[in-house]
């Protein structure tokens, strides 16, 4: 077990240059396989170097296609830059698709509501427009009815005219009299 | 005296921004220098020295239609070993498709029994050993030695967290170990020579 602690620090003092505790040291002088692996990793950038040039030498020598680059190239020239192609990732491209049409769902539902008339609305709508047209002897009652508040409106006019009438009698001592039935508005 | 070609003494990443700027002689130069070790890099993945080549000629292809996307702050090294082993990677899965479940690594060693054969028997180098050791343990090995690159850098080339490529190297130190010095040194072994110069001294 301390050999594997040992080798690993060993390991990781040649990679991140972090000093080897005092406990592994101590066990290295103790430990010749440990010892063995410590000359081994130390050893090993100058071995790798030494012989790259010759494991590099024994690779057979093969032509790079450079036609094929021209292709390329020309090719490349023709169009000019290319746009980086967009890339959707499944997972935020699906998330992003559910919100939309969430959003969209939930934007259509309330214009719905607000532009429709209800059930309610229409079927009193329909009773009225049956009524009118099932009852024509009362058409002149009903537009009487729709009328009224004109009536109403005549009636008070008249009456604040007539107090209006009677103030400046009694103010300015003098008699205002009406020429003539009042014509109908 | 003729002077040394110009182009020769740059530094990768100068002759990158180079062919980024449209110098098509710049990546040439850099082709030359890295297709061997691309092919090095390669060759144990894809199992037959013709697909290595394949494969470094597609990496160099693909390099040279991006090579405006290339980032002069990283080292020209890690981008590429990183397209190389993504577009590996690519193969190997359309490899796998194409036959079934076929592990390129074991069909590659059973495609090439010669070379095996003649790495195991007459070859002591410490590279051919490493690259016995096969798949990530030989690339890793690959990149920190052969390429002296950097944790970080191996990392980022092969899509693996720095504590997994730590791991990587530490494992393929002590594979290696058992290959190329399988005889235990004796205990008793001279402890102060033994441990001069290492991170134990």
Known sequence: MLC?????????????????????????????????YARFAASLPSRFAGERPAFLASVPDFPLNEARWAEDGGVREKRGILPRRLVLHPFPAAAAAILVVAGVLVLFQGVLREAGPSTQDEAAALAALKTVTAAPDEFQGMVGKVESPLAKERQILEQSVASAVEYLQARLNIKIERKDTPKSL | ????????????????????????????????????????????????????????????????????????????????????????????????????????????????PEARAAGEAGSAGIWDAARDLGGSQYRVLWLRYGEDMTIEAIATSLGKSRLAVRLLLHRARKSLMKRVCPVPVPVEATKAAAVKGTPLG
């Not at chain 1, 080798?7 to 080897?20: F, H």
């Not at chain 2, 000629?57 to 990283?74: G, V, W």
Request: with cysteine.
């Open chain 1, 4 to 36: 594997k602690l040992t080798r690993w620090l060993i390991s990781r003092e040649v990679d991140r240059g972090i000093k080897t505790p005092r406990f592994a040291l101590r066990h290295g002088e103790r430990c010749g396989a440990c010892r063995a």
């Open chain 2, 1 to 112: 005296m003729v002077d040394p070609d110009p182009i020769a003494t740059k530094t990768d990443e100068e002759l990158a921004r180079e062919a980024r700027a449209g110098s098509r002689r710049s990546f040439e130069e850099l082709a030359l220098r890295y297709k061997r070790r691309l092919f090095v890099y390669l060759r144990p993945r894809l199992g037959s020295d013709q697909d290595a080549e394949d494969m470094v000629q597609e990496t160099f292809l693909k390099l040279f239609r991006n090579i405006r996307s290339y980032d002069p702050a990283f080292q020209f090294s890690t981008w590429l070993y990183t397209s190389a082993s993504r577009l590996a990677i690519s193969s190997y899965r359309k490899k796998r498709i194409a036959s079934g479940r076929l592990d390129v690594e074991t069909a590659g060693a059973l495609a090439d």
